[in-house]
T-cell receptor
């Protein structure tokens, strides 16, 4: 049973336009959400995060929005650049018993930004 | 470079052999995590340490897998009697445990191929 879902395996966007990557989750006990970017043959690189007590976090061209009632978060990249082409993973941390341990990842969305 | 490092980057072995991977975390980080990633999937949690203590193990971590972090610094992940299903990318991540943050920083991974 997938607790973090990225329903779009791929997304293609023109350079300069907005990229919107979506993520849905099922567990109300998630307290922190993160986005990672991954290039082939490399480990995931941390991009941006948001606590469950917030609804928006912005860092340069990247903004993450959290809608807790819909159990949905999204990553906006504006403007998109060819170097943004990568696989993007949504991840969530399960906070239970005070342990605050591992992250649960979605399957990823491959973003292609065309010049 | 003060990021997370992993060694080796690639390992090819025959079924039934034992393999060991090493991870060196970011020096001031007290938490260290192991994940496994297969094609088309996001990283899946295996286990994590806080300092020397192994705090959590996933059901994915069969008896053939063992991880150690003897002095709270580097960690090793050993797989005994490898099977073809163990072929995957093994990722290590580290973090500085803080109640309100969850960012983990990943190494480049070790790609294991079991023939």
């Amino acid at each position: 049973d997938q607790q973090v879902k990225q329903n779009s395996p791929s997304l293609s966007v023109q350079e300069g336009r907005i990229s919107i990557l979506n993520c849905d989750y099922t567990n109300s006990m998630f307290d922190y959400f993160l986005w990672y970017k991954k290039y082939p043959a490399e480990g995931p690189t941390f991009l941006i995060s948001i606590s469950s007590i917030k609804d928006k976090n912005e860092d340069g061209r990247f903004t993450v929005f959290l809608n807790k009632s819909a159990k949905h978060l999204s990553l906006h990249i504006v403007p998109s650049q060819p170097g943004d082409s990568a696989v993007y993973f949504c991840a969530a941390r399960l906070n239970y018993g005070g342990s605050q341990g591992n992250l649960i990842f979605g399957k990823g969305t491959k973003l292609s930004v065309k010049p | 470079d003060t990021g997370v490092s992993q060694d080796p980057r690639h390992k090819i072995t025959k079924r039934g052999q034992n393999v060991t991977f090493r991870c060196d975390p970011i020096s001031e980080h007290n938490r260290l995590y192991w994940y496994r990633q297969t094609l088309g999937q996001g990283p899946e949690f295996l286990t994590y340490f806080q300092n020397e203590a192994q705090l959590e193990k996933s059901r994915l971590l069969s008896d053939r897998f063992s991880a150690e972090r003897p002095k709270g610094s580097f960690s090793t992940l050993e797989i005994q009697r490898t099977e073809q299903g163990d072929s995957a990318m093994y990722l290590c991540a580290s973090s500085l445990f803080r109640w309100l943050r969850a960012e983990q920083f990943f190494g480049p991974g070790t790609r294991l191929t079991v023939l």
